[in-house]
């Protein structure tokens, strides 16, 4: 049995009161805690995930293309993806306690990796499904904006918006007169679980190191450590 007066702490920290409180419930439903709970009858969220995607690019879109109208399409698209990727809609539901109500498998509880990091930006793209068909367009247009419109100077006056290993190339060559290289430092672990440690260089030196599951994860995790070091953020 779901307890829906549990959701009332989260329609607080949203600001909004749902009409239906069955859709809010429900874009807090992982498929795991079906498998555990298959008596409920209740759906997961992956349909208002799907609709809310949908709805998020549309509210982003928009509004991205009203806030820099000489800004290029290929800018204005690079912008829209830093802002609506796995990492900042996770860290935003974060922000806003979106783990604390999801309804996941015992097994799904205990990972707090980077499987979480996924199914909580779901969940995000879910509760946006779910406004947008309890309180329609405006609704949804709302919640985005209080949550992630704010987001949007940081991305473009940090350049958010460049992988890590296309900024420090452009600082390197800006700066210095050269491009970074990688270089393995050193690899362990079994096949099915490699681990490599990457260090990135400016000519013969090397300026930091970075650690990652591939080498192209180490590269990203080195050139973010050298944009860390330089102070190019």
Do not use: C
């Not at 698209?77 to 860290?91: D, G, I, K, P, Q």
């Not at 190339?169 to 050193?186: C, D, H, I, N, R």
């Amino acid at each position: 049995m779901i307890d829906y007066s549990k959701f009332e702490s989260f329609e607080k920290i949203i600001g909004l009161e749902f009409k239906n409180k069955k859709l809010l419930v429900n874009a807090f439903v992982h498929r795991s805690f079906l498998n555990e709970n298959a008596k409920l009858g209740i759906p997961h969220n992956e349909r208002l995930e799907f609709l809310g995607d949908a709805v998020l690019e549309l509210v982003i879109t928009d509004y991205l293309y009203k806030k820099y109208p000489n800004n290029s399409e290929g800018e204005l698209t690079a912008y829209r993806s830093a802002l609506v990727n796995a990492v900042t809609l996770s860290e935003t539901a974060k922000e806003i306690k979106i783990n604390e109500y999801m309804l996941l498998s015992r097994g799904e509880s205990k990972d707090t990796g980077k499987a979480r990091q996924y199914i909580l930006a779901n969940a995000f793209e879910a509760v946006i499904g779910a406004i947008y068909l309890d309180q329609g367009y405006s609704g949804a247009e709302k919640f985005i904006s209080s949550t992630l419109y704010d987001k949007i100077d940081e991305v473009v006056s940090k350049k958010l918006w460049q992988d890590p290993k296309s900024l420090v190339q452009e600082k390197a060559q800006e700066v210095y007169g050269v491009t970074p290289s990688y270089e393995v430092v050193s690899e362990s672990g079994p096949d099915h679980d490699k681990k490599f440690v990457i260090g990135i260089f400016f000519g013969k030196e090397k300026i930091a190191e970075g650690k990652g599951k591939s080498k192209q994860e180490a590269e990203t995790a080195s050139a973010k450590r050298a944009i860390e070091i330089k102070n190019w953020e």
